[in-house]
């Protein structure tokens, strides 16, 4: 009966992907952290083809994402805000900096913390958190990742388009590894200068890099 038992655990843990949270500031499991949280692995976001944070916003309990024309923010609970000079009531952290970041490929996870989260976070953090974790450079593989979505929208002016790539490489084996990723997006407007003839358009690119050190077995 035992080895029946542990053989159902085992096959019941190779089901689902196994999440460690960062919420309290240390690595721990969903089911440790006792406050109210979503967490969203890699995994989940690849399956669910989320393309960035707003696809994501809009399915998580307890939230929602609405939008005025051009702006749109997380709501938390009934409480607004982003991460400007005045005051707000949600915040945004991308691997423990208060910053903006909403394209989720290459993502480790996102944490979304429902709920007052100033005791840890900081002010503007009433309504909750949200943490983007991005993926870490590895070891001893080379790997490279690219994604590329084009979408036509009817009576639209033209095709909106995105591209991400990835390369994790290492440098000195055991010790050191670089991890960069980029992204170009194109998105045609949908007001037109009747003067010019010309549709607005919405261009975005980014790059960024890490570089993972390990100085020691105490040091990274």
Known sequence: TNAMAQDAEQADEGKYEVITVTARK???????????????????????????????????????????????????????????????????????????F????????????????????????????VQVITKAPVMNEFEVIGSMQATQEKNGSGLATRANVAINMPLIEDKMALRVTGMSAFEPGKML?????????????????????????DLT
């Open 102 to 129: 909403g394209d989720l490929f290459d993502v480790e996870r996102v944490e979304v913390l429902r709920g007052p989260q100033g005791t840890l976070w900081g002010s503007n953090a009433i309504g909750g958190t």
């Open 193 to 217: 200068n009747t003067y010019s003839g010309r549709h607005n358009e919405d261009k975005q690119q980014y790059v960024r890099a890490q570089l993972l050190f390990n100085a020691t077995d």
């Open 26 to 100: 240390k690595n721990e499991t969903l089911i440790e952290v006792p406050m109210n949280i979503s967490a969203v692995g890699a995994a989940e976001i690849m399956d669910r083809n989320l393309v960035n944070t707003d696809d994501l916003f809009r399915t998580i309990a307890g939230g929602s994402f609405p939008q005025t024309g051009m702006h749109s923010e997380l709501i938390l609970r009934g409480l607004s805000g982003g991460n400007d000079s005045t005051p707000n009531t949600t915040s945004t952290f991308t691997d423990g900096v208060e910053f903006e």
